[in-house]
Structure formats: structure tokens, C-alpha cells
């Protein structure tokens, strides 16, 4: 008797590898998912007490904004000064509104609950777009502990900015460039940690626009980043851009995840973090002259036809993948991550839903992704954070940027998917 092509009750082992591993049945395990861990985060907002860290602080600063104040240095809070660009406070003014004042905190934690379910529906979509994850990898995007509590029982100010990030990064994988430049510089607004992707937002945009078009859609960047700015920018603006975009803000020693097997004084200090500098830069240097640009002859044959015809698109790919676009900002975000000298227990929600895509542009053993991924969850669910820990944490970013250059840094789908996606998808399912 033959198998049934499809889903099929007389056939429960074979439908269940079909669900888990064929394309077609994709959204319905993205569905599952979706609905699953939203019956989860509703649970832990009803039953798991929350934990005020920072919320209470943004209160406190929309307070003082309402009151007038339009000088970045004189705005701060319980927990410290006003550190973020203007999109924050836009925000935090509507979260003031919901909650009264910050009296009212279940309605917001309802609210970031949502905005969970919202950013691992946005996965499962970026995802979808690679036309290169076996549907049973969904399954691993709700297990974060520390994901769910960063979102719902935290409510830190990140969580906005990576939602709004994810929606860049899907609107970049199908090529709505002008509309993923607004969305990623509404997400800079929140908050700076989505500078992040910009080496390979300016990578991408040359490649598919050009250097003339490239740089209108940088302009797009900055010129909503002053309109949002405005209110500060008027009056204060020296103190508006040194609060809202400190690049030599150094965190404390105490709340680091990583790093913590250096000693204080050595993090700290202006070496450590020129030294931490120097590696960022290089690893994001040998991955665009090395990796990002093999399809298209190399970088300097890429930047010499975009030099010569800057109002063309100098890629040789006639269309981008959406895997390649997907997975040069993935690895962009991932290279910030293992070079920063301080990792914030929240700063787990900058990449934690990208991880499995990315253990998967290795060509590691299965097992051995897997290995990673829990590596990383274990260092970030350690506190406080320990020498072990934060060692484990390093050696696990290093072997997964290492897999990924030694696998498929350029993504693992060389063209656009057509007509033909399904058969694409199953072809490389693995």
C-alpha cells in the first residue's frame, strides 16, 4: 500500500515527519507555534510576578518630558538618566497614557506579552522568506526562559526596538528597501543596538541600488532620525545626541554577561575597549572582503562596478535571496554581539529568535547546533553571570561565527525563489 502524499489519519508517523520537515505544512507548525506560546505568555503574565527594573524609570522620564523639559541631560529616572533617542520617548508617552502614569501595570505587561507573540510570529515569517529552515526548527524559537521574561515580566524598552527591527529585516528579505529603511531607522529611535545591522544595511543597499539610490535610502535613515528628534534638536541638541547616541557609554561591570572572567579594571579601560573595537571592525572587514561578496566576484570587483556606474545596481545576482539579504544582517547583529565589551541580561532579545537561523548557516552536525544554541541559552540564564558562564557564552559565539564562515555566510539560497519554492525548499532541507 502507498503512502499518502499529503496529511493523512490513517498515516499518523508519516504525516508527523511531513508536518515537522516538509515546506508545504510550513505555516501550519508557524501556526502551532505562534498559538502555543501565546497560551504560554499569558500564562506567566497571570501567574509569574513580575519584576520591576527599568519600567518604573520611564515612567519617571515621560513625567518630566510632560513637564516640559526638552534638555536630554536633565531628563532621568529612578535608575539613571535619559539614554535613548526620541523614539523612546514616543513609546514610553503612549505606555504612560495605558497605564496611568505606570499604575496600571498588567494592562502593559498584556501589552508586551503581545508584542512577544508578535516578534516570534515576525520570525517565523523572516524565516519562511530563507526558503532554507526545516519546519521542525520552529519548535526551538519558544524554549527561551529568559525571552519570555525579558518581554513580559521585565517590559524592558528593547523589546520595541527589536519587533521594529524584525519588521526592517522582512521588509529588506523582499526587497521594499525604502520602507525596511523607515521601519530600521524607527527602530535606531528606540533604541542604538540596532546600529548593529548597519554595516550590512549599507552592504545590501548598495548592492541592489547602487551607490546614488544607496544613499538617498541612507539619507531616509537620518533625516527621520532628525524629524523624530526634532522636539530635543531645537533647543538642546548638543545634549540630545550625547544622551541619545553615546557611543562611549560604558556599562557596569556588575551586570555584564560577558566578560566576567576579566577583571574589572582590565573591562573597564580604554585598551579593552579599543582592543574589542579593532575585532569588531576586522571580523566585519574579513566577512565583506571574504564572505559577503563571493557571488558577485569579490568586494573590490563589486566596488569597482559601483563606482563606475553609481546609478546601478553593481551585484552580479539579478535579484537578491532573501536568504543571503536575512542572513548578512543576522551575522552583522551577531559579529556587534561577540565584540561588545558589555552584555546586558536584555540584550539576549537583540538576536535570541535569530540563533537558530544561524546555527543553520553552519555546517555543523546537527547535534552540534544544537549544542550551541543551548550553550548560549545556559550562559544567558546564569545569575549572576560567572567566569564559566560568560567563558561559555564566548567560546559559543566564536564557534558559530566560525561555522557560519566556514558554511553559508552568504546564505544558503543563491537566487530569488519563484514559481518553484517548494521544490527548492525540499531540495535543500537538511
Known amino acids: 500500500m502507498s503512502r499518502p502524499s499529503g496529511l493523512s489519519l490513517d498515516a499518523p508517523l508519516h504525516s508527523l515527519r511531513l508536518l515537522l520537515t516538509d515546506a508545504r505544512y510550513f505555516w501550519i507548525v508557524a501556526g502551532l507555534v505562534v498559538a502555543g506560546d501565546a497560551f504560554l505568555t499569558a500564562l506567566i503574565v497571570r501567574f509569574v510576578a513580575y519584576t520591576e527594573i527599568d519600567f518604573t524609570t520611564y515612567m519617571a522620564q515621560v513625567d518630566v518630558y510632560y513637564k516640559g523639559e526638552r534638555n536630554y541631560s536633565r531628563i532621568s529616572g529612578p535608575t539613571g538618566p535619559m539614554v535613548y533617542p526620541a523614539g523612546h520617548v514616543l513609546v514610553h508617552r503612549a505606555m504612560h497614557t495605558l497605564t496611568e ?7 502593559a505587561q498584556a501589552l508586551y506579552g503581545a508584542l512577544y507573540v508578535l516578534s516570534l510570529a515576525l520570525t517565523c515569517a523572516i524565516y519562511r522568506q530563507t526558503r532554507s529552515i526545516p519546519n521542525w526548527v520552529l519548535l526551538l524559537l519558544p524554549l527561551s526562559k529568559r525571552l519570555h521574561s525579558i518581554f513580559a515580566l521585565r517590559m524592558f524598552n528593547d523589546c520595541w526596538a527589536v519587533v521594529v527591527a524584525q519588521a526592517s529585516v522582512l521588509a529588506f528579505g ?3 528597501d525604502h520602507l525596511a529603511c523607515v521601519l530600521y531607522s524607527l527602530a535606531l529611535s528606540v533604541k542604538m543596538s540596532v546600529i548593529l545591522y548597519l554595516p550590512a544595511v549599507l552592504l545590501i543597499l548598495f548592492k541592489r541600488r547602487g551607490l546614488m539610490r544607496g544613499a538617498t535610502l541612507v539619507a531616509t535613515i537620518v533625516q527621520l532620525q532628525v524629524l523624530l528628534g526634532l522636539p530635543f534638536l531645537r533647543t538642546h541638541p548638543r545634549e540630545y545626541l550625547a544622551g541619545a547616541f553615546d557611543l ?6 556588575k551586570w555584564t554577561v560577558n ?5 574589572e579594571d582590565v573591562f573597564l579601560s580604554r585598551p579593552f575597549a579599543t582592543t574589542l573595537l579593532l575585532g569588531h571592525v576586522g571580523a566585519l572587514v574579513a566577512f565583506g572582503l571574504f564572505r559577503w561578496c563571493r557571488r558577485d566576484g569579490g568586494a573590490f570587483v563589486l566596488l569597482e562596478r559601483g563606482l563606475r556606474r553609481p546609478s546601478e545596481p553593481p551585484s552580479m545576482q539579478p535579484t537578491l535571496s532573501a536568504d543571503h539579504v536575512i542572513t548578512l544582517l543576522a551575522t552583522s547583529n551577531l559579529i556587534g554581539m561577540l565584540f561588545a565589551r558589555s552584555l546586558h541580561y ?9 540563533l537558530p537561523l544561524l546555527a543553520w548557516r553552519t555546517k555543523l552536525p546537527v547535534p552540534m547546533r544544537l549544542g550551541l544554541l543551548a550553550a548560549i541559552e545556559y550562559a544567558w540564564n546564569v545569575y549572576p553571570s560567572t567566569n564559566m558562564s560568560s567563558g561559555v557564552l564566548l567560546v559559543a559565539h566564536i564557534a558559530l561565527l566560525l561555522g557560519i564562515w566556514f558554511g553559508w555566510a552568504e546564505g544558503r539560497v543563491e537566487r530569488a525563489t519563484g514559481s518553484k519554492d517548494t521544490a527548492v525548499d525540499n531540495k535543500i532541507r537538511k
Open 101 to 107: 502614569g505606570g499604575l496600571y501595570l498588567k494592562r
Open 174 to 176: 523582499v526587497g521594499f
Open 248 to 253: 562611549s557609554r560604558v556599562f557596569l561591570y
Open 259 to 263: 566578560w566576567r572572567f576579566v577583571p
Open 346 to 354: 536584555q540584550f539576549y532579545s537583540w538576536y535570541a529568535h535569530q
